[in-house]
């Protein structure tokens, strides 16, 4: 059975750190496009990084660009997200999503590619 499972999320101050990590069972992680999003109280899900099918391509949102990374651990057959230099909108619960369709870069940040889904880790940055 097909499964991800976050973790790292917690409570952290602003310009603190946090590294999430995304493991997968049933399935190897490196065939796959990989995507991690968040979700804020009131607010539609939001694309925040992926790795795409296209050569392995990563893909920022604007807010997160040069503070967040996200790399692969193909030993380990996890995902991970640093983030760096939080900041209170940062607050969300978040999730990582694959698919084993391929996904350009330009698309793999849409939730609505993604058919698998981790149970989400709630991020919060307050002072």
């Known amino acids: 059975q097909l499964q991800l499972v976050e973790s790292g999320g917690g409570l952290v101050q602003p310009g603190g750190s946090l590294r999430l990590s995304c493991a997968a069972s049933?399935?190897?992680?490196?065939?796959?496009?990989i995507g991690w999003f968040r979700q804020a109280p009131g607010k539609e899900r939001e694309g925040v990084s992926c790795?795409?099918?296209?050569?392995?391509?990563?893909n920022y949102a604007g807010s997160v660009k040069g503070r967040f990374t996200i790399s692969r651990d193909n030993a380990k057959n996890t995902v991970y997200l640093q983030m760096n230099s939080l900041k209170p909108e940062d607050t969300a619960i978040y999730f990582c999503?694959?698919?084993?369709?391929?996904?350009?870069?330009?698309?793999?940040?849409?939730?609505?590619?993604?058919?698998?889904w981790g149970q989400g880790t709630q991020v919060t940055v307050v002072s």
């Open positions: 790795l795409s099918t296209d050569g392995g391509n990563t």
């Open positions: 999503a694959a698919e084993d369709r391929a996904l350009l870069t330009r698309t793999c940040t849409l939730s609505r590619n993604y058919d698998y």
């Open positions: 049933g399935f190897t992680l490196d065939y796959y496009a």
